[in-house]
């Protein structure tokens, strides 16, 4: 499996921001398109935004368009998710992972999944 390590999680308040790292360990980040999914409690996992190895197209789940934005530093390994104006229902573990990303639909590659990051939105 390809080895990513999720940072940057933490507690907010409503409105508040976060960025998100996901940094590769052993590999070159560059080949991959990489998507950050969430799990919040008694929910299914799901996925948030996708950005492609390509052409840095991207995808954003509906909830999270506008406030969320992916973004990738190749020099540095890592792949970023701002996310801005966030909610109380945006509290979840956040993951990243290689994906495949075909017409807009961003599917893991593999089940393997990291420990996460946890954000909480909460005042």
């Known amino acids: 499996q390809l080895q990513l390590v999720e940072s940057g999680g933490g507690l907010v308040q409503p409105g508040g921001s976060l960025r998100l790292s996901c940094a590769a360990s052993?590999?070159?980040?560059?080949?991959?398109?990489i998507g950050w999914f969430r799990q919040a409690p008694g929910k299914k996992r799901e996925a948030v935004s996708c950005i492609s190895s390509s052409d840095g197209s991207t995808y954003y789940a509906g909830s999270v368009k506008g406030r969320f934005t992916i973004s990738r530093d190749n020099a540095k390994n890592t792949v970023y998710l701002q996310m801005n104006s966030l909610k109380p229902e945006d509290t979840a573990v956040y993951y990243c992972?290689?994906?495949?990303?075909?017409?807009?639909?961003?599917?893991?590659?593999?089940?393997?999944w990291g420990q996460g990051t946890q954000v909480t939105v909460s005042s």
């Open positions: 052993g590999f070159t980040l560059d080949y991959y398109t």
């Open positions: 992972i290689a994906v495949i990303f075909i017409q807009n639909i961003c599917s893991p590659m593999y089940d393997y």
